[in-house]
């Protein structure tokens, strides 16, 4: 049974660095059909993208965050994280972490997800 | 457009049928995946592809995809079925990923 888990601050400063880790279990993180992502949700709101990452290193990033994000995968670990940096108010929110899978290599979808945590921006 | 547009509320009686859409120019090429969120908890992908389902979605939920027009159709909503509902897919250049606005399912 594959179970992700978002480990991290809950807590952030104005303008400085949010950093989350999400730990992977029950299946490879090296598993080639599988891609790793991040989903937020400001409260109250809807869904939206932050980016995912392959294996091998290889990221997409949502356009929007992409100045101020970075994503990285530690197989040995079996975990994957995300940092974004220069946070505001606005990136308050549920951040999700998630496993994806493509039907045809080219249908995206996400089949697993972590419980969510939330990370308040504030000082 | 790199856009999935979604009607912000739905409702349906108990027992009747639902279709809940999602709007976007990718939808002509990506098919879109669903997923369903309850309060207070993580979303569950319940279509994805063609029309596929996870294991124990039922089957009165089921996806239809037409042009720019991706569906999610409940047959005999049931009192569980209430949630949010939103899609997802590519956006038009293909390099990155979409949620659609959400969708509020009231079952009456």
């Known amino acids: 049974q594959v179970q992700l888990q978002e480990s991290g601050p809950r807590l952030v400063k104005p303008s400085e660095t949010l950093s989350l880790r999400c730990s992977v279990s029950g299946v490879s993180i090296s598993n080639f059909n599988y891609h790793w992502g991040w989903i937020r949700q400001p409260p109250g709101k809807g869904l939206e993208w932050i980016g995912d990452?392959?294996?091998?290193?290889?990221?997409h990033y949502s356009p929007s965050l992409s100045s101020r994000l970075t994503m990285s995968v530690d197989t040995s670990k079996n975990h994957f994280s995300l940092s974004l940096t220069s946070v505001t108010a606005s990136d308050t929110a549920v951040y999700y972490c998630?496993?994806?899978?493509?039907?045809?290599?080219?249908?995206?979808?996400?089949?697993?997800w972590g419980q969510g945590t939330l990370v308040t921006v504030a000082s | 457009s790199s856009e999935l547009t979604q009607d912000p509320a739905v409702s349906v009686a108990l027992g009747q049928t639902v279709k809940i859409t999602c709007q976007g120019d990718?939808?002509?090429?990506?098919?879109a995946s669903w997923y369903q969120q309850k309060p207070g908890e993580a979303p569950a992908l319940v279509i994805y592809?063609?029309?596929n389902r996870p294991s124990g979605i039922p089957d009165r939920l089921s996806g239809s995809n037409s042009g720019n027009t991706a569906s999610l159709t409940i047959s005999g909503a049931q009192a569980e079925d209430e949630a949010d509902y939103y899609c997802s897919s590519r956006d038009s250049s293909g390099n990155h990923l979409l949620f659609g606005g959400g969708t509020k399912l009231t079952v009456l």
């Open positions: 592809g063609k029309n």
């Open positions: 990718s939808l002509r090429t990506y098919y």
């Open positions: 990452i392959y294996y091998n290193g290889v990221t």
């Open positions: 998630a496993r994806r899978g493509e039907t045809a290599m080219v249908n995206p979808y996400f089949d697993s």
